[in-house]
Each structure stands twice: as C-alpha cells, then as structure tokens.
C-alpha cells in the first residue's frame, strides 16, 4: 500500500488511477491523516439474460389455470 500527500496525489492522478487499476491501494492523506484510499474497483457485472428470449422458449399452456389446478386436486397425488 503506498501513501501520498494531498498536493502529490493531485499532481499524479493518472498514474495512481493506473495503480489502483493494476491492484494497488494506495491512502492519500491531508496535514498527515489518511483521508481517502484508492482501490481497484469490482469487476463488473455479467450483463442479464434477456427476458424476452427466455419467454420466446417457453411452452404455452394448453388448458387454462384453473382446469389444470382442479386435475391436480382430483388426482391420485392428494
């Protein structure tokens, strides 16, 4: 972890941005106070399934809810 003042880290932005990229945290400190501290960010996310392709192959249902409810309540399984 390395530590820079305030005025430094403002003169080597870019540089430390790149470090953190790279895996590094590093403290920025003010009047000798750690203040703020950089590190690498997580890594983004996987992007969702599209939900319309996922209804696409989906099988409609033949009968309606209530007849295919009512065989399962008359059946051997209750």
């Known amino acids: 972890m390395s530590t820079y003042t305030l005025s430094e880290a403002k003169v080597q932005l870019s540089r ?3 470090l ?3 895996g590094e945290e590093i403290t920025i400190t003010k009047r000798g106070r750690a203040v703020v501290k950089l590190v690498p960010s997580d890594p983004p996310r996987q992007p969702m399934p599209s939900l319309a392709e996922h209804r696409a192959r989906i099988t409609p249902q033949t009968e309606p809810a209530g ?3 009512r065989k399962l309540r008359e ?3 209750y």
């Open 16 to 18: 430390l941005i790149s």
């Open 20 to 22: 953190a990229e790279a």
């Open 67 to 69: 007849e295919f409810i």
């Open 75 to 77: 059946s051997d399984r």
